[in-house]
């Protein structure tokens, strides 16, 4: 606020991801992902949304998993999918709270994206999870929230960047 005196944006990108079965996740395993995909979310967004309220005006954007929605064999998610899963259920309802105080959210929920998060070797396996037969991009993530950012009339959307994963295998 002191350098730029409003803040149009929040993209809320911090997540992690333990993939275990889900007997085997432990208490800290349970407070890492909750500390950081609902707690950060919550402090961070609570923030932002109070200038924007003053400012009549801004969008937040939540970065989610299609895993929500779509569960994929061999790849447990149970906790990604229940903090992520709660991002998709507040964005909506943020979404309608503040519609008529000129604040926007939506989401992008994700496939699988080339990051240092995946290592290399693992490219060939995780890009056959998706129809389109490719890990996803960061360039394809960042084409979607500019996407959002432009799109005045969508609020409340979860927009899939997937590579087909929401629409099936």
Avoid: C
Avoid at 6 to 30: M, S, W
Avoid at 41 to 47: G, N, S
Avoid at 92 to 104: F, H, N, P, Q, V
């Amino acid at each position: 606020m002191a350098r730029f005196g409003r803040i149009d944006t929040l993209v809320n990108n911090a997540g992690i991801f333990i993939a275990k079965p889900f007997i085997q996740y432990t208490e800290a395993d349970y407070a890492a992902i909750l500390g950081v995909n609902i707690a950060g979310f919550i402090h961070m967004t609570q923030l932002v949304v109070a200038e924007m309220e003053k400012q009549g005006s801004g969008h937040v954007v939540q970065i989610t998993t299609s895993f929500v929605d779509h569960a994929i064999a061999g790849v447990p998610s149970v906790l990604a999918s229940l903090t992520k899963g709660s991002l998709n259920g507040a964005t909506k309802s943020l979404a309608i709270e503040y519609a008529k105080r000129g604040i926007r959210v939506n989401a992008v929920a994700l496939g699988i994206i080339k990051t240092p998060m995946h290592p290399p070797e693992t490219h060939e396996a995780l890009a056959k999870l998706h129809p389109v037969g490719r890990m996803g991009e960061i360039s394809d993530i960042v084409d979607a929230i500019l996407y959002l950012e432009s799109a005045s009339f969508v609020t409340g959307e979860i927009l899939h960047v997937d590579g087909g994963q929401s629409a099936g295998h």
